[in-house]
């Protein structure tokens, strides 16, 4: 069965720094998924990408894809206790061509941001 | 345009009621899916609906679990005979086509006693 590892589990960094938060998959994708929470909260989505090298940003924040459609990675730059939450990856798996139609999630990474 | 609606935000139910979640996609969205999160573990999957049609359930238990997504009116999760293991954040997410992004609602609280 498909299965997406986050890395790290957690992370605290200094207010300003930047970091990376990694994921990856155990087969190829049809879609990969960025999306935040808060605790208590659902889920926001921040970014989707779907070809392999694909990459796009939204503010501070910027993702990516491999070419093999198999590993992405969230970075945010600047970072600001705003920042701060749960970030999960989730991903369609491919299915002859095309997706499952289910989403499936990674466990998250927690980012805490000291100000 | 109203994000997805879950209700009740907080659900206390005894061992052994019934537990009805309910779950009202955004305008225009015909895909529906549910969720559960444990504490400190990540988002399971656990059924995926196209209205009235049940288009994957292999994440939902066997027993007393079930999804409906009708015609009219919202998606309902309904868990049978509560055990206190079923306590957990259920999330419902929708999209308005198969691949496109999911939007997610606020989730319900279950806690059994």
């Not at chain 1, 779907?50 to 600047?78: F, V």
């Not at chain 2, 999160?37 to 359930?57: R, S």
Request: glycine letters at 10%.
């Amino acid at each position: 069965s498909q299965e997406l590892e986050q890395s790290p589990q957690s992370l605290i960094v200094q207010e300003g720094k930047n970091l990376t938060i990694n994921c990856t998959s155990s087969k190829t994708l049809y879609g990969l998924y960025w999306y935040k929470q808060k605790y208590g909260e659902g889920l926001i989505f921040l970014m989707m990408l779907q070809k392999g090298g694909e990459e796009k940003s939204h503010e501070k924040i910027t993702a990516k894809l491999d070419e093999k459609k198999q590993q992405s990675s969230l970075h945010i730059t600047a970072s600001q206790p705003s920042h701060a939450g749960i970030y999960l990856c989730g991903a369609r798996p491919l299915n002859y061509g095309g997706s499952q139609g289910n989403l499936i999630f990674g466990k998250g990474t927690k980012l805490s941001v000291k100000p | 345009n109203a994000g997805v609606m879950q209700n009740p935000r907080h659900l206390v139910r005894r061992r052994g009621q019934e537990a009805r979640l309910r779950c009202s996609p955004m305008k225009g969205h015909s895909h529906v899916y549910w969720y559960r999160q444990l504490p400190e573990e990540g988002l399971k999957f656990m059924v995926y609906l196209q209205k009235e049609n049940i288009i994957d359930e292999s994440g939902m238990p066997k027993e007393r679990f079930s999804a409906e997504f009708p015609k009219e009116g919202p998606s309902i999760l309904r868990i049978q005979q509560v055990v206190r293991g079923d306590s957990a954040a259920y999330f419902c997410a929708s999209s308005p086509y198969r691949d496109r992004a999911a939007f997610f609602g606020q989730g319900t609280r279950l806690t059994v006693v």
